[in-house]
């Protein structure tokens, strides 16, 4: 990433895309942990940077997908009981709420900014 003349020239401006690549970066990182050793704690950090990554700029929401595909891989289509994704289910969106409390407060503004 240090030599994408994209991201390179996106990091001179204040530009919410270096920003959203670190949060998204963060929470692939995360993603991969829970491939290698499904705890809690790398639950948490994905979910985390993946609703910072999504408060930084929307189009980076895909990345819940990398989590999913993540713990699917690890338990199986039994994951679906597993407590750990009803974790990230609630975390995601309550990061995304404290980091753009105008989501919530002003919807129809929001809604209509999308």
Same mark, same amino acid.
């Given at each position: 990433?240090?030599?994408?003349?994209?991201i390179?020239?996106?990091s001179q401006?204040?530009?919410?895309?270096?920003?959203?690549?670190?949060?998204?970066?963060?929470?692939?990182?995360?993603?991969?942990?829970?491939?290698?050793e499904?705890?809690?704690?790398?639950?948490?950090?994905?979910?985390?940077?993946?609703? *910072?990554?999504?408060?930084?700029?929307?189009?980076?929401?895909? !990345? +819940?997908?990398?989590?999913? $595909?993540?713990? %699917?891989?690890? @338990?199986?289509?039994?994951?679906?009981?597993?407590?750990?994704?009803? *974790?990230?289910?609630?975390?995601?969106?309550?990061v995304?709420? !404290? +980091?753009t409390?105008?989501? $919530?407060?002003? %919807?129809?503004? @929001?809604?209509?900014?999308?």
């Open positions: 990433m240090a030599v994408s003349p994209v390179v020239e996106q401006r204040v530009a919410p895309d270096a920003l959203a690549l670190f949060f998204l970066m963060g929470a692939v990182f995360f993603a991969v942990q829970i491939l290698e499904p705890r809690t704690i790398n639950y948490l950090g994905a979910s985390i940077f993946a609703g *910072l990554a999504i408060a930084a700029k929307y189009n980076t929401a895909p !990345v +819940v997908l990398s989590i999913l $595909v993540a713990h %699917f891989l690890s @338990f199986g289509i039994a994951g679906w009981k597993n407590r750990q994704l009803f *974790l990230v289910c609630l975390v995601i969106p309550s995304f709420m !404290v +980091v409390p105008y989501s $919530v407060i002003d %919807f129809p503004g @929001f809604w209509e900014g999308l």
